[in-house]
């Protein structure tokens, strides 16, 4: 096992976030989070994780 102090890993909450209005959507193997039909971050699954990407950005929901 390799560990690495610099690396660090959150975990968000699915039931949190659809609590709070965001909306959230898992196809194939990437997912994204949206609020009020904006895309607001994507992610992509590796490992069987979905890793959100760093740099949040704002789409409209239907791009």
């Known amino acids: 096992m390799l560990l690495c102090s610099f690396y ?3 975990i968000i909450s699915i039931s949190c976030l ?3 209005g965001y909306k ?3 196809e194939n193997n ?3 989070i949206a609020l009020d039909d ?3 971050m994507r ?3 590796h490992n069987d994780l979905f890793i959100l ?3 949040p950005h704002i ?3 239907s791009e």
């Open 24 to 26: 959230l959507v898992f």
């Open 59 to 61: 789409m409209s929901a």
């Open 53 to 55: 990407d760093t740099a």
């Open 8 to 10: 660090y890993k959150n």
């Open 38 to 40: 904006e895309i607001i």
């Open 30 to 32: 990437g997912c994204s």
């Open 18 to 20: 659809t609590i709070s």
């Open 43 to 45: 992610g992509t699954l």
